[in-house]
């Protein structure tokens, strides 16, 4: 029995070729009785070979998968390719419509929704199609992701770390493939095991993740590297050979991990943050973070933060507004990999 769903897709994924259209999402509002929203999707398949589902606006604040994958639709054409891609450039579109990391409809955090619900809100029935209705078709899953509004990465790939030593050489050989300046491994289910490359994971799906940039726009160097990043691992797969990486058909990357607590650095008061170290620095624990200033009592002393460990700095926090909470920095470090 197939899994249920509440979206259809306009289009045949099944055939070969090259076809664009939309999921569409039943939605009955005030405007519009009979509605539906738009998510875009396309598939590109010719002959035998791997299906891989490529992903972004997972969350709508992350721009250069979005772009990437919008290239991806325009100029690949099913020549290039061998077996299938599913690409779905704008998976959260009601949060990629708006700019936002959630969804203004539901406040749905995407990644934080699988493996979703058919009967759930709006964002947990998108989760579930993606879930229950295109991942079982794939063989492969990129899921594009930047740092969003709030954060800024040095542009990186990512897996999840497995016991399993046959898929997780397969996941280090694909880290490679996409080959982004620095890349890391994470331990399975840090964010609650909802997102959508934990879902990959626990179904024994190949998966790669990225955090490409952030700050809420996207640059083109970033843009590049995704863009690089998805021809080497397609071409890595078999599934596609695009030349988008011709000028820089191998690039080594360093593969750091990021495991506990003591990676991150959180903010233990409000105030204006003002960074002390940089994206890509190799810091040392007790050095200083940055300083949280008290600007609403400006004679009180900033506030000072410090690593937990040494590490190199793989995220910073990027708007200058902190509240108790927000995540500063987190750090990787060398795995030898
Ligand atoms: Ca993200």
């Not at 024994?204 to 726009?217: A, K, N, P, R, S």
Request: negative net charge; proline residues 8%.
């Amino acid at each position: 029995m197939s899994a249920r769903t509440t979206l259809a897709c306009e289009i045949d994924l099944e055939a070969p070729g090259k076809r664009h259209g939309f999921l569409r999402l039943p939605h009955s509002t005030h405007e519009s009785a009979y509605g539906f929203i738009p998510i875009p999707i396309a598939v590109i398949a010719r002959g035998t070979g791997p299906t891989v589902l490529l992903v972004a606006g997972n969350h709508g604040d992350e721009y250069e998968g979005q772009v990437a994958l919008g290239r991806l639709i325009r100029e690949v054409e099913p020549a290039q390719v061998s077996g299938r891609l599913i690409i779905l450039p704008a998976a959260n579109f009601p949060a990629a419509r708006a700019g936002r990391r959630v969804s203004p409809l539901d406040d749905g955090n995407l990644n934080r929704l699988f493996p979703g619900d058919p009967d759930g809100s709006i964002t947990e029935q998108i989760a579930n199609h993606i879930a229950n209705i295109l991942l079982p078709m794939c063989d492969a899953v990129i899921d594009l992701h930047s740092g969003g509004s709030s954060l800024m990465y040095t542009p990186s790939a990512l897996i999840r770390r497995s016991d399993d030593a046959a898929h997780f050489a397969r996941s280090v050989a694909a880290l490679k493939a996409f080959g982004a300046p620095l890349s890391y491994v994470v331990i399975p289910g840090t964010n609650g095991g909802r997102t959508l490359s934990d879902t990959a994971f626990q179904r024994g799906v190949l998966h790669i993740g990225t955090e490409l940039g952030g700050g809420g726009h996207a640059t083109p160097e970033a843009i590049r590297i995704a863009e690089r990043g998805i021809a080497g691992v397609l071409r890595h797969l078999g599934a596609a050979d695009i030349p988008w990486d011709a000028d820089a058909p191998t690039r080594p990357t360093r593969i750091l991990d990021v495991r506990g607590a003591d990676y991150y650095v959180h903010a233990p008061d409000p105030g204006v943050f003002e960074p002390l170290a940089e994206l890509g620095a190799e810091v040392r624990e007790g050095r200083p973070a940055g300083l949280i200033h008290h600007t609403e009592t400006p004679w009180r002393a900033p506030t000072p933060v410090s690593f937990a460990r040494d590490g190199v700095v793989l995220v910073k926090r990027w708007p200058g507004m902190t509240a108790r909470g927000d995540c500063l920095f987190h750090l990787g470090t060398d795995t030898g990999l």
